[in-house]
């Protein structure tokens, strides 16, 4: 069992930064595919950045393309922790910010939110324009 607990959202103007941090425990991170997704109400929670483990020290990421450039994934292993770290905020980032976890073993990264198996509760970034 994975337990996930996010941190770092806020609220921020529009070209702004913020980091989030997901502390993961209870399972092995280093070789867990995990990723971020977003949320706003009414809508599906929607994939931002993942990253999977493919060998010795090396991991691969992938991102959506509306934050490509922006918004970049990296792992502590050593603090068992997962960032995402957004530059150049727009207004329609605002949402609240998931961090997820596959099974051992399921290594895809860019896949529905179904297929992550752990989740954290989320946190708020709102993007003022």
């Known amino acids: 069992q994975a337990q996930l607990v996010e941190s770092g959202g806020g609220l921020v103007q529009t070209g702004g930064s913020l980091r989030l941090s997901c502390a993961a425990s209870?399972?092995?991170?280093?070789?867990?595919?995990m990723g971020w997704f977003r949320q706003v109400p009414g809508k599906d929670r929607e994939f931002v950045a993942g990253?999977?483990?493919?060998?010795?020290?090396?991991?691969?990421?992938d991102y959506a393309d509306s934050v490509k450039g922006r918004f970049t994934i990296f792992r502590d292993n050593g603090k068992s922790t997962l960032y995402l770290q957004m530059n150049s905020l727009k207004p329609e980032d605002t949402a609240v910010y998931f961090c997820?976890?596959?099974?051992?073993?399921?290594?895809?990264?860019?896949?529905?939110?179904?297929?992550?198996?752990?989740w954290g509760q989320g946190t708020q970034v709102t993007v003022s324009s």
């Open positions: 997820a976890a596959r099974y051992p073993g399921q290594l895809a990264v860019v896949v529905p939110a179904s297929a992550y198996a752990y």
């Open positions: 209870g399972r092995t991170f280093t070789t867990s595919t």
């Open positions: 990253v999977k483990w493919i060998g010795e020290n090396t991991y691969y990421a």
